[in-house]
């Protein structure tokens, strides 16, 4: 019988093998993140499809960090001149040329680090942002799924995926084609990526933020918009940022 607890059950035993082989790997990122926020710069996160769930939750969140900025598609309307027809398109990711234009539309420091967030890790747009940010020598951190990204051809021209390029790869655990509970007929419910994803998201900040107070300075967390005061506190973070952060509609 296919019913709630199905998925209830493969996304329960999905966080725990995600929780029981990844930690390392969230260790590490958050040791190359700390040491970019703490030297100055800001988080750069990108995604693209859902995936851009991921990499918002890195920014503009409550708890999360505010020297965290989202690279997207969207910004080349919100920031350059395309319109917004230009990327309804939902494969629009596909298109080699669009993370370049992208990253000419932000302000990056070279001690920035990035984070790519892509389930599959093979769409134009995501390759190239990872070949652009380690070619100009960023530390970059992937979140995939590497059961997806090995079973496919990559689309970009070049053949890599994210995890080719990335100095850390955090590994979603979700299953090729994301969706984990069988239905009769061979149809698929319950996609896993962005649960684990999220919770990547979080781990990661969580091991930066425990980074600052080791070495004795005060994390810079945003505080909930929705509690008195909080505006003026996350104002101040902000403004030691200033175009470097953008939150959008984060």
Known sequence: MIDQDSYA?????????????????????????????????????FGTGHSRSVALELVGRAGGLVP?????????????????????????????????????????????VFVVASNSGGNAAVVEMAQLATRRGHPLIAITSLAHTRSITPRHPSGQRLADLADVVIDNCAPYGDAAVALPGG??????SNLTGVLAANLLVAEVAGRYVAAGAAPPLFRSLNAPGNDEHNADLLARYGSRVRLGDA
Request: net charge negative; charged share 25%; proline share 3%.
């Open 9 to 45: 059950a493969v996304a329960r035993a999905t966080i725990t093998r995600f929780l029981a082989t990844q930690r390392d790997a969230i260790t590490e990122a958050g040791r190359l993140v700390a040491a970019s926020l703490l030297d100055g710069g800001v988080l750069q996160a």
């Open 68 to 112: 965290a900025n989202q690279l997207g598609i969207r910004d080349l309307v919100y920031y350059g001149d395309a319109t917004v027809g230009d990327i309804l398109d939902p494969l629009v990711e596909r298109e080699t040329g669009l993370a370049q234009r992208i990253l000419e539309l932000a302000r990056i420091e070279p001690v920035d």
């Open 187 to 192: 149809d698929q419910v319950g996609p896993l």
